[in-house]
């Protein structure tokens, strides 16, 4: 089914990380959620003439080399990604926050165009995705409802195993999928130099956020250019859209704590009234710690749905007595060959015992 729209949370304009961004930037995002192209994958071919048109202001029209530049710094902050040598761009977040593993049909239609990805560099990314997406439930037994399980099923072991073996062919093994700048071994999106660096934005009518006084005070000691990162006492950082609306730059080390760290600073370990900045740090720092805790909660989850999913298929595939939809005729297959045999033997056992006790 094709897309009609764009799904837009509230959420985006009131998160700092993407708040924070050039309007250029933000508004090429928001004709990237908006392109008919995009596809359920999250992926759309490049198309600079259209882009342009869309985040124009007034009568000043962007150049290509501007558009560029707002591509690579999204890149950088890893909302999209873009690979010039097969003209796809990605929106990296867009399953989860489209929500499109909630409607059986779309998450297919998703899956099947996840399958189609023609870059190693974008399948790396997408590859990490889809660990973060379960696969819808579908309950029921009618003919309809056993097909669409078993082509999401399908469906999904294509679109693993095409992005799996196309990320292979990357430059680097893939093992995190977001880090400081690009995720290691991807190359950048363009492979033309930019001889001084980014070009600026608009030289007009656009404005860096800071200079229209968003910050009343600048980013304190440690924060990285372009992100916010807490590193107070706790070991997983990340910006505060890491796993929010559009996704934002994720910054995590592994941790060996195994506690969560105090909500409260030292000199008040039980709270305080006063304004106290070592207490908000510490609430940053609590609150980035038991989102990362929900995360890797979620993902343990989902890959034992995936392996539950696996081994079904693969028990499916071994048996010589169920249908491709794991159906003995009407009946759900247990692969078990001796099954048969033993309910005659139990029918026959019945039979036997019904008269006997009759007669008692």
């Not at 796809?88 to 977040?93: A, D, F, N, P, W």
């Not at 929500?99 to 560099?121: C, F, G, I, T, W």
Request: net charge negative; proline share 8%.
């Amino acid at each position: 089914m094709p897309r009609e729209y764009g799904k837009a949370w509230f959420s985006m304009f009131t998160d700092d990380h993407f708040t924070s961004q050039l309007n250029i930037d933000k508004f090429l995002y928001m004709t990237l959620l908006g392109q008919p192209s995009l596809n359920y994958a999250g992926v759309t071919p490049i198309n600079f003439k259209r882009w342009r048109k869309a985040i124009r202001e007034g009568d000043r029209m962007p150049s290509e080399l501007e558009a560029k530049a707002a591509l690579i710094r999204l890149e950088r902050n890893d909302y999209v990604f873009t690979d010039d040598d097969t003209g796809e761009v990605l929106v990296r977040s867009f399953m989860r926050r489209d929500e499109v593993h909630k409607m059986p049909n779309v998450m297919l239609s998703a899956l099947r165009a996840a399958a189609q990805v023609e870059s190693p560099k974008l399948a790396r990314v997408l590859a990490a995705e889809l660990t973060r997406v379960d696969l819808p439930v579908i309950n029921g037994v009618s003919d309809g409802t056993k097909r669409l399980r078993l082509n999401l099923e399908r469906a999904h072991r294509d679109a693993v195993a095409h992005l799996g073996t196309l990320a292979e062919s990357a430059v680097e093994p893939f093992s995190e999928p977001f880090s400081e700048d690009f995720p290691e071994g991807l190359p950048e999106p363009f492979s033309e130099d930019f001889p001084e660096g980014l070009p600026e934005p608009f030289s007009e009518g656009f404005s860096r956020p800071g200079e229209t006084e968003p910050f009343t005070e600048g980013f304190p000691e440690g924060f990285g250019e372009g992100s916010v990162v807490v590193e107070v006492e706790v070991e997983v950082a990340k910006s505060p859209t890491a796993d929010g609306y559009v996704g934002g730059r994720v910054r995590a080390r592994p941790s060996t704590r195994t506690e969560p760290p105090p909500a409260h600073c030292s000199k008040h370990p039980e709270g305080t009234d006063a304004p106290c900045r070592a207490c908000g740090d510490a609430r940053q720092a609590r609150t980035a710690w038991d989102a990362e805790q929900k995360r890797l909660t979620a993902r343990a989850q989902s890959d034992e749905v995936r392996q539950r999913a696996e081994d079904r298929a693969q028990a499916i595939a071994d048996c010589d007595i169920c249908d491709e939809d794991g159906y003995d005729r009407l009946t759900l297959c247990d692969h078990d060959p001796d099954t048969a045999e033993r309910a005659k033997r139990g029918i026959a056992l019945i039979r036997e015992t019904l008269p006997k006790r009759a007669a008692q």
